[in-house]
Each structure stands twice: as C-alpha cells, then as structure tokens.
C-alpha cells in the first residue's frame, strides 16, 4: 500500500499535467467557436456532444469509472460553452425602442365591459384608442396585419394558473412583450332583472371564470358553460332575457348589458388577481424595466434544465418564475418559459443570457418590461 505522501505526490503530478491540457483544451475551444462564428455555422451541437462524450468513456478501462467518467465530460462540457460564450455577440440583434403610450391603438379580445379592457384603461389610460376581437388570436392577427400598435391579453391567474394558448400565440409570432399589468378580479353571478340567486340553473363565463369561481357554483348546483369572455358572455345572457341562466362576470359588464349582480365576489379566493401582458411588434424597454422575459428549448437529456438554473444561481439573478409547454413536434419534450429580474441594459445580464444561450438548443428573448 502506497503512504499518503506518495499519493498526495502523485495527485500533485497528475492534476499539473490536468491544468495544462484544460488549459490547451480551452484555447482549442475558442478557437472553435471564432471559427464558426466566422463562417456563419451553428456554435452549439449537442449530438456532437454526445458523440465526444461516448467516445471518451469507451476508452476507460475500468467500468466502474465510466459513471464519473461522464460526469466529468459533461462538467468540462459545460465549462467550455460558458467558456465559448464569453465570444458571442448575443446582443449585436438587439436593438431598444422607447415605449409609446399616445396615439396608438391597442386591441383586446372581449366586448366593452371585459376585464381585458379594464387592464388596458388602466396600463394606458381610458382614452386610448380601442379596438375589440372575438379571440385571443384574432388580437395577435391584428398586430401582425398593423391594424393595431399593441395587444394586451392574459398571461396567468393567481389562483388558476396560465393562460397557455397566449403563452403559445407569445412564442409562435414573434412578439415582443413591452408591459405587464395586474389586475384584481372579482368575479360576480349575474342575472336579469327581477331574477334570483335560487332560480339560477346554468351559467356562461370564460373558462378561467368558471375556474376561479368553481366552488361557489358547486355549492349551489349550478351547471358551467364556456364562452369566449366573460363580458361577451353577460351580454349572451342579455340577450337570452332567461330567468334560469346567468353569467359570470365583472360589476361593469352588469352596467353595460343591464344585468342585476345576484351576487357579488364569488371567486375562489379573495385576493384574485389576473396578470395581463401587453406586447408589439419592437423590443421596447423603459428606464423602470425590470423583468426580462425569455423562452428556450433544451437538449433531451439529464441536467439540462438544472444547468440553466445553476447559471442563473451563479450570475446571482432572481428567476421570477417558470413554465413549461410542450413541444408538439416532439412528445416529451418542451419550451420553458422563464421570467427574470433585471435589465438587458446591464452588461452582466448580457454575459448571463449569452452563458444560457450557449446551454440551450433554441433561446429567445420575449421582452424586457416593467411589471404593474
């Protein structure tokens, strides 16, 4: 048995020999990246990763090594793209416009009376020019044709979770999310006039209502339909003159469609709150930004996703929030929705979005804004 003076010597040697071929190695690596970049080629190929991982654990001998084996490639894997990122210009496309606020025109899909409008007065001002869409996407197609500046739609609920068909409508053209305005949402039964909570036997409301208001209609026997909005869906009961069916829907949609509220504040939970995004064609940043939205894809293999967060942990930025949705083309796998604090005007921020591009497969900035 060797002593531990004889080992300690040993590890010495053997770790000098380490550092210089890291060292080589690295200079090697930059050399790659600067070539690729030179000639327009995709920086980061994970099958060729592999590729060099399975080779390099074939040729130890000892099959109980092979575990750690990999864990040390896929470790120096990793440090060599953090290391090749600090070589790209991720934000050589990024070019920042200052939001507008007058003479623009914003769409939202409902009628008057929606909660959608109530965000929309409320980020911009109740003067701001308007237009209404029957669905959500009909307010993406519209900013896509120019027929408005900004859309504003919603994101997420407090108490029911994401909105996902926004979610996918953010990602699949190309917008840029330019302002973020929460709203508190208190949903109400709704009725014709001289109708009563006992008479009511069905009701209309989106489905997020429906959701945020399922206890209450569970209690009383109430059987739930969806609709496109909550305010179109007043107006539909308006317009039914039904004594056995209501809607449910906010306090202003009851004004506009003369309908009695039968009774108030029945969602789930009290502080109810819904996240609405607002978002155009240009990357807009205002001087209070401090949310940056991105979405990426990742390899299908162990650690990718844990190697994002541990390059968020060490830029030391504070992740918001995370959401996943599936990649339809491929079963199993999925885009990542991830929200961050800071802005894209800091230069560490620059150098963290770089590092995680590097560990991505796709990665896309959504925006960076201000949340109210």
């Known amino acids: 048995m060797k ?24 200079q090697v690596a930059r050399d790659v990246v600067n070539y690729k970049m030179a000639h327009d080629m995709e920086i980061f190929q994970s099958a060729r990763e592999i590729e060099v991982i399975e080779k390099n654990i074939s040729r130890i001998q000892h099959n109980d090594l092979k575990p750690y084996a990999k864990h040390f490639l896929t470790s120096m894997m990793n440090i060599s793209k953090t290391y090749q990122s600090t070589f790209l210009s991720f934000d050589k496309n990024l070019e920042f416009y200052t939001p507008r606020m007058e003479n623009i025109t914003v769409g939202f899909q409902g009628v008057p009376g929606a909660f959608s409008q109530k965000a929309l007065d409320t980020y911009f001002g109740p003067h701001t020019k308007k237009q209404h869409y029957d669905h959500f996407k009909d307010v993406f197609e519209a900013l896509k044709n120019d027929e408005i500046d900004y859309g504003i739609v919603p994101l997420e609920n407090s108490s029911t979770g994401a909105i996902n068909d926004n979610y ?34 069905e009701v209309y409301s989106h489905p997020q209502g429906l959701l945020q208001t399922s206890l209450f209609l569970e209690k009383h026997h109430i059987q739930p339909h969806t609709y496109e909005n909550t305010a179109m869906a007043a107006k539909f009961v308006a317009s039914l003159n039904n004594p056995h069916i209501g809607a449910i829907a906010s306090s202003q949609a009851a004004k506009l469609y003369n309908l009695d509220i039968l009774q108030e504040n029945v969602q789930n939970v009290s502080n109810n709150a819904t996240r609405f995004i607002i978002f155009g064609k240009r990357l807009e940043i205002s001087d ?85």
């Open 288 to 372: 209070d930004a401090s949310c940056i939205s991105i979405v990426f894809t990742l390899p299908h293999q162990v650690g990718a996703l844990y190697q994002i967060t541990k390059i968020i942990n060490d830029y030391a930025i504070n992740m918001l929030r995370i959401e996943s949705r599936p990649l339809l083309e491929t079963p199993w796998e999925y885009y990542f929705y991830v929200d961050l604090e800071g802005s894209l005007k800091n230069p560490s921020m620059i150098q963290a979005l770089q590092d995680i591009k590097a560990h991505t497969q796709t990665m896309r900035v959504l925006g960076n804004y201000a949340k109210r």
């Open 168 to 201: 996918d409508a953010m990602r699949d053209y190309d917008f840029y999310i330019v302002g973020e305005q929460s709203l508190s949402v208190s949903q109400h039964l709704l009725g014709i006039k001289g109708t009563h909570l006992e008479n009511i036997q």
């Open 3 to 26: 002593d531990l003076k004889q080992c300690r010597y040993e590890i010495d040697e053997i770790d000098e020999q380490l550092m210089a071929l890291f060292e080589k190695r690295m």
